[in-house]
């Protein structure tokens, strides 16, 4: 009889090690949510208890008299217990400290009052005792269940609440037992086997118990994941959201900047066609006339063949800088993405009497994206010049250099401007911040270092030596 009993425990104590194990190597491999502390911890001493009381079994010789660890099994029973209130507690809201120490209090006196139960008590007041705990707790952890279950409904919690209430009637049919015996059980086979079925059959409910709570942090981590899934879709939603919108300020800005450039544009390729126009109107009155000499004519066709190269070379200068199609990274000198800049704008610098100060002395070559890094050296030399053309200061001075530094080619677009305010530099490079939006800077600086971290470089702004602005662009240069 005794190994029969000790092996049921054993058994029941095997299950819920395994359930133990499984759920911390599940919290370790998937799952970032941690396990409520109470329940775990109320696993885990239910799993010691379990061992030690069928431990005990096996050596027990007077069930009226038992040893020590009996006291020691029932007290981590009854600490297990606890822990598992604890936890249907903590569902609706948090323990206060008033109630933790309370019940670490009553654990305390429940050692020594089973103590003096086992030393001058016998089996079935050890029983009863136990019993009319496991009845009280029971009640009051359903009471709990019911109410988390009223507020958020869960399947597991109404699993454990079922499993609680099927443990409260067997303490209650125990008690019932005990009461309708007619004799003292002094020895194990005196003990009703009605009463055995039942205490094997509530520690059963028991473990099940624990299951469903196993149940119920697993189906909060479903909720967990599920979430997290859910926000890592509007995260990447937001994020295409956000590149679509980058793309299409890239597109605003450029078609800005065509409008703006449009004068400077037509004047720098009308010279050219101008000038093929005059020669064309030449080459046709000499051959009207009759007299066109052969050194006339090869002077003509050289001239032609000049200017059209010359206006071929702006529009290629322009054509990637204003292309709605994505124009992948390439080689470049910085020194010649510069001077084809400079030829872009010359004409505006002409008219506003701007004398331009170059000393380029970088040689490293840059990879980036010729039409970007265009973009960005157009929007500063512009943003240059609208504050030299609304500056009263004498002389008009665009100053623009290019040094090797480490790592990098470092760019630097100077003006003897008036200057940025101090108030707006701290936002300088924030959508739309700008107070001077006619310069277009709240849009163009906020572009410029989008584009210029993008190629994995940065932009920074000071106060020129002159008292104007200074922008420095730095641009990793290519290794090896």
């Known amino acids: 009889m005794k190994l029969l009993i000790a092996l049921y425990f054993f058994i029941l104590a095997t299950i819920q090690l395994g359930l133990l194990l499984g759920v911390y190597h599940y919290h370790r491999s998937q799952s970032d949510l941690r396990p409520n502390p109470y329940w775990m911890g109320s696993l885990v001493v239910s799993v010691i208890a379990l061992f030690i009381f069928g431990g005990g079994i096996l050596v027990l010789k007077d069930i009226e008299k038992p040893e020590f660890n009996f006291t020691v099994a029932n007290s981590l029973f009854y600490v297990a217990t606890i822990f598992q209130l604890l936890f249907c507690k903590s569902l609706n809201g948090p323990i206060s400290k008033p109630m933790q120490y309370g019940f670490v209090l009553s654990a305390l006196i429940f050692v020594p009052a089973f103590e003096f139960l086992r030393l001058y008590g016998n089996y079935e007041l050890r029983t009863a005792f ?13 009471t709990m269940l019911r109410r988390k279950r009223g507020a958020s409904p869960s399947r597991q919690l109404m699993y454990l609440q079922y499993a609680t209430a099927i443990e409260l009637i067997f303490a209650i049919a125990r008690l019932a037992v005990l009461a309708s015996n007619t004799f003292t059980i002094r020895q ?14 509530q520690l059963v409910v028991n473990t099940l118990s624990y299951i469903a709570l196993g149940g119920y942090w697993a189906e909060k981590v479903a909720l967990a994941n599920a979430r997290s899934q859910s926000e890592n879709d509007e995260i990447r939603s937001l994020l295409i959201e956000r590149e679509n919108l980058i793309t299409s300020l890239l597109k605003a800005n450029k078609t800005a900047a065509t409008g703006a450039l449009s004068a400077s544009i037509a004047h720098e390729l009308n010279q050219p066609l101008g000038a093929s126009q005059l020669n064309i109107q030449f080459l046709q009155k ?3 006339d009759g007299n066109l000499t052969t050194q006339q004519n090869q002077e003509v066709l050289t001239a032609l063949l000049a200017d059209n190269r010359r206006a071929s070379s702006i529009i290629q200068s322009l054509r990637s800088m204003f292309s709605d199609g994505k124009i992948g990274v390439e080689r470049i000198d910085i020194v010649e993405l510069i001077e084809s800049v400079l030829k872009i704008t010359k004409p505006e610098i002409q008219a506003k009497t701007i004398q331009v100060v170059l000393d380029l002395g970088s040689h490293s070559l840059i990879n980036v994206n010729r039409g ?14 609208q504050a030299l053309s609304e500056s009263t200061r004498s002389p008009r001075t665009l100053r623009i250099e290019s040094r090797d530094v480490p790592g990098g080619v470092n760019l630097l677009v100077a003006d ?22 006619r310069s277009g800077m709240g849009l163009g600086l906020w572009l410029c270092q989008h584009i210029v971290t ?25 290794q090896g």
């Not at 136990?130 to 359903?142: A, D, E, K, R």
């Not at 940065?458 to 730095?474: K, L």
Request: glycine residues 8%; charged residues 10%; aromatic residues 8%.
């Open 188 to 201: 194990v086979e005196q003990i009703p086997q009605l009463l055995i079925l039942l205490t094997i059959a």
């Open 454 to 478: 993008r190629h994995g470089g940065y932009i920074r702004y000071e106060d020129s030596a002159s008292g104007g602005a200074q922008f420095t662009v730095f641009l990793p240069s290519i």
């Open 286 to 288: 000499k051959l009207s």
């Open 372 to 385: 970007e890094i265009q973009q960005v050296l157009l929007n500063l030399i512009n943003n240059a010049i």
């Open 416 to 437: 003897s401007g008036s200057g940025i305010p101090a108030a707006v530099q701290d936002h300088l490079f924030e959508l739309l911040s700008s107070s001077n939006k």
């Open 130 to 142: 136990m019993c009319t705990l496991g009845i009280i707790f029971f009640s009051w952890q359903i």
